[in-house]
């Protein structure tokens, strides 16, 4: 028991955190010292996240893929759209938050965890390799939704305002599921190479030994049931709370006068810091293939799983959604996917190039701060 305790502490402290929320009749946005339990809450379900992610991860080893890519997928979009849709449903003071948490995690994982990747990477290894094919079969699906989702609504005349029309999110929805079930395909069974890393696909040079093949013991049943039952208790957790502290943050940046859009930066950072620590330790390791991997897939999880299921959501509960992007944010947007697509099409990186999307990021950050 002492040793499940210590592994899972995590989950521990939120069932502890969920009951005593549960307990107290009054809302935990009417409690005093709201500012400290924001903050209190935020790293507490950021715990649990971490050990969602490494569950997931534990499932992926043991199953393979396909399947191993969708419960890793589905993970972090379950948890993303039960924010948004609490956000959403609780109130009205924040109508832009599902398009800013949106815009937010495109450029998380384009300039902010490819970017660092490629930064910490040439500084440790001075250059770094990556498969051109499969990173930009990436961008080339993150682009096009990208401009579909968060620009596109700026210039159709269906609706007044960054709308879109019904007809137009039900095209969008269909086409963004069926993109990602076809790049699913590619990505697991046609094309598996495009996503691998390139110099451990290279053949052995005349004379060289061939590198011992690791032997892994075996998966059993019953780790294999232990691993899905902790992924679920954890997930069920992080979304309560989740939904609790979107409702926070709302609120306390609505009572600081802080700008809405940091909302949405905040969710998308507490959703993907896993990811932003895994893809910098496998640059630093020399992986930059899998840190393009984890970037990009996180990115294009939330464009082709996320949006279609808000969609749905915000049409069920009758709210028409704000998605096009303020001309700045549309800027920084479309010059981040520009940079990065030149970056990865050398196959080569360097330390410039992160730099360069870092940058870019940093200004995102700061045009939303102070517009």
């Keep these: 028991m002492s040793t499940i305790f210590r592994k899972e502490w995590p989950f521990f402290l939120c069932l502890a955190t969920a009951a005593c929320i549960l307990s107290i009749p009054v809302p935990v946005n009417d409690w005093p010292y709201e500012g400290w339990i924001t903050s209190g809450l935020f790293l507490i379900t950021l715990s649990a996240i971490f050990r969602v992610t490494h569950h997931a991860d534990e499932l992926a080893e043991m199953l393979g893929e396909p399947y191993g890519t969708l419960i890793l997928t589905l993970s972090a979009t379950i948890i993303e759209v039960a924010i948004m849709i609490t956000v959403l449903s609780h109130n009205e003071n924040n109508p832009t938050f599902v398009r800013d948490t949106i815009a937010a995690t495109v450029m998380i994982t384009v300039g902010l965890m490819l970017g660092l990747s490629m930064f910490i990477g040439a500084f440790v290894h001075h250059q770094q390799t990556v498969n051109t094919e499969g990173a930009l079969t990436y961008l080339g699906l993150i682009v096009p939704l990208s401009i579909l989702v968060l620009v596109l609504p700026n210039f159709t005349d269906s609706t007044i305002g960054p709308t879109l029309a019904l007809a137009q999110e039900v095209f969008i929805a269909i086409v963004s599921l069926v993109l990602y079930a076809i790049f699913l395909f590619i990505q697991t069974q046609r094309h598996r190479q495009l996503f691998k890393d390139r110099s451990k696909a290279e053949p052995l040079l005349l004379g060289a030994e061939p590198a011992p093949r690791k032997h892994t013991r075996p998966h059993t049943r019953r780790e294999l049931l232990s691993s899905v039952g902790w992924l679920i208790a954890n997930l069920v957790l992080v979304v309560f709370l989740a939904e609790e502290l979107a409702v926070l943050i709302d609120e306390q940046l609505e009572a600081k006068q802080l700008p809405d859009a940091l909302g949405g930066l905040c969710v998308a950072m507490l959703i993907l810091a896993p990811e932003i620590l895994a893809s910098a330790n496998a640059a630093i390791h020399n992986r930059l293939q899998r840190s393009v991997n984890i970037a990009l897939g996180s990115g ?72």
């Design 300 to 371: 294009l999880a939330t464009l082709s799983l996320s949006v279609p299921a808000i969609l749905l959501a915000a049409t069920l509960m009758g709210h028409t959604l704000i998605l096009g992007l303020s001309p700045n944010e549309m800027i920084m947007l479309l010059s981040t996917l520009w940079v990065a697509n030149i970056a990865l099409a050398t196959e080569r990186t360097n330390l410039m190039q992160g730099t360069v999307l870092l940058v870019l990021f940093l200004t995102f950050g700061f045009l939303i701060v102070i517009p």
